[in-house]
């Protein structure tokens, strides 16, 4: 009995323990890929004004860098661009966050931002992408900095507050 | 018709915006067979020339000659068109933007029209594109076989200085870029070697190469500097390059005519076009008329539309004799 009861309070301490980790893990997440982001970002700039780079190539270039669940967003763009299917660079974007914005850490602000990216990318002389790409990267590095705050309230409390909550549980239950 | 299908305008449908390709895809074979030129301007009627003639297009993709009845390019075409041009990158096309026009894969060119943004006095960039020109190339191999024992020094085995004349859209280009491709390959049939070519092709037109790969089959022995004035690239490719022929395109202002002056006595041939559709007309062009004068070139080919594009009209030499035997389209 008591070693059902022994098992029974290790699971739920161990589940709850997890369940809190993974919250913790969401928060310190989102601000290394917002970080992703605004370095990809810094790369495409570069591509863009310096070897005027075709956005296709430019974007498949930034995909293959990295194997983060961001730099699937820019793998994906460039795929459906060179699908010859018809998608202007900004459909292709918005389409591209759309089906890979779920697998990111990222919250609503963010997917907006990224949205607002899509609008008019491509289709105008490299000046104007350049501002667009820096307008960009000031939004991202402020959601940056708020994910960072909330990381620090955040990040400690449910890495160990899981497994205090599922000890009181426990204690609760006993 | 499939396979004109695959060569011509299935090149162009991914390229243009949805709403326009789903009237392309309508259209009747005989259009699509002889389709030499698609037009997009805003709040225009759809228009294309085929087999010399014009019309509309209505949202059905029949043809039709009263503007009111076809379909309108929205502005929402173009913009959509220039961008699925463009890859989605116009940033990347602007030294295009400034020359005017876009070399598309398969070697078609698009002519662009819209409002200029200068800077001190230099064309920047372009605006507001509103009109759009997508001109089907169409490689024609073997247009310039008749001409051939016309323009070659048997004994020197090299082609003798040699002008092609016509008015725009009768063929120029193609027949130039015809006998390029027969200098480059030989022409066993006359006993006649292969040479090496270098082609200055300021224009992107007569090779036309799409990121540094020429779309038109020029031959085994053909050196291509893409984008380069032609004043500059004669030299240059004639330094670096070491070819028996160059070839240019539309000669005519005061800096191509000098390089020229260089070019004659170095014992390379020279092949080159220029826009006139008669004697009279060259000769009012005052650096034509110096090369006409000087007896630069020693072959002048005319050439017109009047059985089509590439009618050939006559070939004259230096002293403007006309040669006999010439072919001529009647």
């Known amino acids: ?174 | 018709m499939p396979s004109l299908m695959e060569s011509g305008i299935c090149q162009i449908l991914p390229l243009v915006a949805p709403a326009l390709k789903a009237i392309f895809e309508r259209l009747p074979s005989f259009i699509v067979e002889g389709l030499e030129e698609i037009r997009l301007r805003r709040e225009r009627p759809l228009a294309v020339r085929y087999h010399q003639e014009e019309c509309f297009l209505n949202i059905r993709g029949e043809p039709v000659y009263t503007p009111s009845e076809a379909y309108m390019v929205s502005e929402e075409d173009i913009l959509k068109t220039l961008q699925l041009i463009s890859q989605g990158s116009l940033y990347a096309y602007e030294e295009e933007l400034r020359q005017g026009f876009i070399t598309l894969p398969g070697g078609h060119r698009v002519g662009l029209a819209g409002r200029a943004v200068l800077d001190g006095g230099v064309l920047k960039t372009m605006r507001d594109i509103s009109s759009l020109n997508i001109r089907i190339a169409r490689a024609v191999p073997g247009a310039a076989r008749q001409l051939l024992p016309f323009i070659l020094d048997f004994q020197e085995k090299r082609p003798y200085h040699t002008l092609l004349v016509s008015p725009p859209r009768a063929g120029k280009t193609t027949i130039l870029r015809d006998l390029v491709r027969s200098l480059s390959y030989g022409l066993p049939a006359l006993n006649f070697p292969g040479l090496s070519v270098g082609v200055v092709d300021e224009r992107s037109e007569l090779a036309a190469c799409f990121q540094g790969v020429p779309q038109h089959d020029l031959g085994p022995r053909v050196d291509v500097l893409d984008c380069c004035p032609k004043a500059v690239g004669m030299v240059m490719l004639l330094r670096s390059m070491a070819p028996q022929v160059i070839a240019t395109d539309e000669i005519g202002r005061s800096e191509d005519v000098a390089a020229l002056w260089e070019m004659v006595n170095t014992g390379v041939s020279i092949l080159a076009t220029a826009h006139a559709s008669c004697w009279e007309e060259m000769e009012q062009r005052p650096y034509l008329r110096e090369l006409i004068e000087q007896r630069v070139f020693r072959r002048y080919v005319f050439l017109s539309r009047r059985k089509g594009p590439g009618t050939l009209e006559g070939v004259w030499d230096e002293n403007k004799r006309l040669l006999r035997g010439v072919n001529v389209s009647v």
């Not at chain 1, 004004?49 to 930034?62: E, F, Q, S, V």
């Open chain 1, 1 to 174: 009995m008591s070693l059902f009861k022994l098992i029974g309070a290790f699971l739920v301490i161990f589940s709850a323990g997890m369940a809190g980790m993974n919250i913790a893990s969401y928060y310190s997440l989102r601000p290394r890929q917002l970080r992703a982001l605004q370095d990809a970002l810094q790369v495409l700039d570069t591509e863009i004004m310096y070897a005027a780079t075709p956005l296709p190539a430019a974007l498949r270039k930034i995909g293959q860098a990295g194997d983060t669940a961001v730099s699937r967003i820019f793998s994906a763009a460039a795929a459906l661009l060179e699908s010859s299917r018809g998608y202007t660079a900004g459909e292709a974007w918005s389409r591209a966050l759309d089906e890979e914005f779920r697998g990111t850490a990222l919250d609503g602000d963010d997917y907006a931002v990224l949205r607002a990216f899509g609008e008019g990318l491509g289709a105008s002389d490299r000046q104007e992408q350049h501002k667009k790409i820096a307008l960009t990267s000031l939004h991202l590095r402020k959601e940056e900095e708020k994910a960072q705050r909330e990381r620090e309230k955040n990040e400690r409390l449910w890495r160990y507050g899981g497994f205090l909550l599922g000890i009181s549980i426990v204690l609760l239950l006993l």
